[in-house]
């Protein structure tokens, strides 16, 4: 089992940067592919970044593009989203998910992910 703790989420201002962190435990992460997702009040959970297990294939949506970041370090069994020019539209509670993901993958969808965390709230005023 892997249990994922998020971290880091809280109020910014429009334009502003912010890195939320998650950190695994129960086992190493090393083998897994891991993602951020996000969620608003009353809209579905949607896919915003994912990494490969060794760090070397990164997958955006296109509303992030160019202004997140994610990235890991298997040596802390923790993976980071930094998130510059945040704009309103990315308040939302954003999770860490893990799974068993390779070349071929859907890393876009939630069903893929086996674990979850509980989620850390980020709000951007404008």
């Known amino acids: 089992q892997v249990q994922l703790v998020e971290s880091g989420g809280r109020l910014v201002q429009a334009g502003g940067s912010l890195r939320v962190s998650c950190e695994a435990s129960g086992r190493t992460i090393s083998s897994y592919g891991m993602g951020w997702f996000r969620q608003a009040p009353g809209t579905e959970r949607e896919f915003v970044a994912a990494i490969s297990s060794s760090g070397s294939t990164t997958y955006y949506a296109d509303s992030v593009k160019g202004r997140f970041t994610i990235s890991r370090e298997n040596a802390k069994n923790t993976v980071y989203l930094q998130m510059n020019s945040l704009k309103p539209e990315d308040t939302a509670v954003y999770y860490c998910?893990?799974?068993?993901?390779?070349?071929?993958?859907?890393?876009?969808?939630?069903?893929?992910?086996?674990?979850w965390g509980q989620g850390t709230l980020v709000t951007v005023s404008s």
């Open positions: 998910a893990a799974g068993d993901l390779g070349f071929g993958s859907n890393w876009y969808t939630p069903l893929v992910y086996e674990y």
